[in-house]
Nanobody, 128 residues
């Protein structure tokens, strides 16, 4: 079992920057792919970014490319999402997730059902 706790959300103006963190606890000896997803009010949860166990492989949804960066520190059991040039449409609850069955990014790394563990989410609100 892996427990995930996100932090770092907040309210900020468009164009600003924010760093989200996700702390993993529990069975942190296992190696796994991790990802960030988000869900805006009234919308489906969507993929944002994913990272392989080594951190070498990353993937992003097109709408955040060149604005967001996913990173991890395995020694600390931490996952990060560096967000810049934020837009009102980035407003959502952001969730981190872990896929215990893979250390490499597969073709399905952007799929919700690929992930076994989820955090409770952290709210990011971007005003115009």
């Amino acid at each position: 079992q892996v427990q995930l706790i996100e932090s770092g959300g907040g309210l900020l103006q468009a164009g600003g920057s924010l760093r989200l963190s996700c702390a993993a606890s529990g069975d942190t000896s296992s190696r796994y792919v991790m990802g960030w997803f988000r869900q805006a009010p009234g919308q489906e949860r969507e993929f944002v970014a994913a990272i392989s166990w080594s951190g070498v492989g990353t993937r992003y949804v097109d709408s955040v490319k060149d604005r967001f960066t996913i990173a991890r520190d395995n020694a600390k059991g931490a996952l990060y999402l560096y967000m810049s040039k934020l837009r009102p449409e980035d407003t959502a609850v952001y969730y981190c997730a872990a896929n215990k069955d893979s250390i490499y990014l597969s073709d399905r790394a952007d799929q919700i059902d690929e992930y076994d563990y989820w955090g409770q989410g952290t709210q990011v609100t971007v005003s115009s």
